[in-house]
DNA sequence: GCAATATTGACAAATTACTTGTCAATATTG
DNA sequence: CAATATTGACAAGTAATTTGTCAATATTGC
């Protein structure tokens, strides 16, 4: 029958792809005692941002209930350290520790080693194309859908 | 601090656009009474694919027990229709009814409605070399990790 | 053919990764 | 200062999927 179009075979691509890295990239968290969403909080955190609960929560579109979870528990493993603020008085701002920026560095290392091997022989001209594409991809898709709130 | 590679970003744009697409695929599937996990059968199926269940499993990297839960329903709703399997005569072979095809088939049309509008102003040849880009990734990642075996 | 081994479908329970609901405490704002 | 909103904590619910188990039946190696 027809072949599918080249927009569809890339979002079917992105489809597996995100299936395919996220074994991967979860068999590494494993092995640091870590979910996805832990990683998902340090890395908004990194290398120096300082964050409430909720504002985190919100950036990455999921529930703050959740994120407060997440964060009571890195807290508790001393990745990351809370600081009065300014803005709101209940609600403190999350910055890494040292110990947790380390761990966030060493996470993204084992990463970089996976990507180099997942981008092996792809010039960088195409992966600099295919950046530029999939971030206009998202933010047209940003522009359209991002009109939601909860709580 | 440095800037994120080319790399990075590219993997954080796959992680974040499926999260988006899955939520706009998901909005309409619901529409249909369908399940992200019936999508994925019908599309393995579409448009004149014969499969088992352990095969329809494994190509799509989940456990056979889920998948014979979603084909038994799909089944049952007239959306497959079943045919003896000469390799294995305990395990037939499915494929899509006329009416599983044409759900599928407007399922696909919707969606293109939506990729249009997720790749409005994108040149057609940042699209192509973002399909051929995420295809050797796609590939790259498989030729190493496709080494497990289940049950 | 026939015995040993493997595969399959069915069902149940467990797991993961969240969301939703609720509430009292405390903030912020008008 | 009173009305309203936000936050953290906790509980319960949910969706999608895995894992475990089993009996039935296939396939295979001889």
């Known amino acids: 029958?027809?072949?599918?179009?080249s927009q569809y075979e890339v979002t079917w691509l992105i489809r597996r792809l995100f299936r395919a890295m996220a074994q991967?990239?979860?068999?590494?968290?494993?092995?640091?005692?870590?979910?996805?969403?832990?990683?998902?909080?340090?890395?908004?955190?990194?290398?120096?941002?300082?964050?409430?609960?909720?504002?985190?929560?919100?950036?990455?579109?999921?529930?703050?209930?959740?994120?407060?979870?997440?964060?009571n528990a890195l807290l508790e493993d001393g990745f990351l350290q809370s600081r009065p603020n300014p803005r709101h008085k209940r609600s403190p701002l999350f910055a890494l520790t040292h110990?947790?920026?380390?761990?966030?560095?060493?996470?993204?290392?084992?990463?970089?080693?996976?990507l180099n091997q997942l981008f092996a022989d792809i010039?960088?001209?195409d992966i600099e194309c295919t950046r530029r594409t999939l971030q206009a991809?998202?933010?047209h898709n940003l522009a359209q859908g991002d009109t939601h709130e909860s709580d």
């Open 123 to 125: 010039p960088a001209d």
């Open 24 to 71: 991967l990239a979860d068999n590494y968290l494993r092995a640091h005692g870590l979910a996805a969403a832990d990683r998902a909080v340090l890395e908004f955190l990194y290398p120096d941002e300082t964050l409430a609960v909720p504002e985190i929560a919100s950036r990455n579109q999921v529930s703050r209930q959740h994120i407060q979870v997440t964060v």
């Open 137 to 139: 991809m998202y933010f």
């Open 99 to 114: 110990v947790g920026r380390e761990l966030f560095r060493k996470i993204r290392a084992a990463e970089t080693e996976l």
């Open 1 to 5: 029958m027809q072949a599918p179009s």
